[in-house]
């Protein structure tokens, strides 16, 4: 499963909390990704990162932010949880194999903000 | 902007029977597809991928085909079992920006 793991792996809080999930991974990949998965709407990129300290942008990154201090770690936090951020959160590495980039996914995180 | 359209968004089939989805991306400079399965509670599992220089890729039951000049992608599965029951997306990658660009998905049911 690529050496990633995500804690925690489920997480109840309330609304207006802050909230990190963390996502760690053994293998030195460069290329580290966070998702949301939410019924209807598949697989949606939240924030990237493309090395230590070089994170960007993805298609629904209101309310997140995201660091990456260590090639090993790379976090995302909702600075103030909202009900519409329950969800899965899902974040995978991109691994090259044979000259092309491939993306595999970590166990997932459920959250429900109450 | 980058899309995939992926249809149907559910597919249910009879035991042994053929399931076939398909996938429309936006991008003529993508070059990568892969598919991914993921059953219930499940992360999404890599299963098949195909190249942009390959019209065609089998791995047993599974194919995927693939039309650049449609910019349209195929997953074909034969022989359908109960343990293909799942959620099926799509995906084309973005060279330029290192991203995936995810299909919504497609629920397959395989009756026993």
């Known amino acids: 499963d690529a050496g990633i793991t995500q804690s925690p792996r489920h997480k109840v809080t309330e609304t207006g909390t802050p909230v990190t999930l963390r996502c760690h991974q053994t293998?030195?990949?460069?290329?580290m990704y966070w998702y949301r998965q939410d019924p209807g709407h598949g697989l949606r990129l939240i924030h990237y990162?493309?090395?230590?300290?070089?994170?960007d942008k993805g298609e629904v990154s209101d309310g997140y932010s995201v660091s990456r201090s260590k090639t090993e770690d790379f976090l995302l936090t909702l600075e103030s949880a909202t009900s519409s951020q329950t969800s899965v959160y899902f974040c995978?590495?991109?691994?090259?194999?044979?000259?092309?980039?491939?993306?595999?996914f970590g166990p997932g995180t459920r959250l429900l903000v109450l | 902007g980058e899309n995939v359209e992926q249809h149907p968004s559910t597919l249910s089939v009879q035991e042994g029977d053929s399931a076939v989805i398909k996938c429309t991306y936006s991008?003529?400079?993508?070059?990568?597809f892969p598919w991914y399965k993921q059953e219930l509670g499940k992360r999404p599992q890599l299963i098949i991928d195909?190249?942009?220089?390959?019209g065609e890729k089998k791995d047993q039951r599974i194919a995927v085909t693939l039309n650049k000049t449609a910019k349209h992608f195929s997953l074909h599965i034969t022989e359908t079992q109960p343990e293909d029951s799942a959620v099926y997306f799509c995906?084309?990658?973005?060279?330029?920006?290192?991203?995936?660009?995810f299909g919504s998905g497609t629920r397959l049911l395989v009756r026993p």
């Open positions: 995978a590495i991109s691994r090259l194999a044979d000259n092309q980039e491939t993306q595999y």
């Open positions: 293998e030195n990949h460069r290329y």
């Open positions: 990162s493309y090395g230590v300290k070089d994170t």
């Open positions: 991008d003529s400079a993508s070059n990568y």
């Open positions: 195909i190249r942009s220089n390959v």
């Open positions: 995906a084309a990658w973005m060279d330029s920006s290192y991203k995936l660009i």
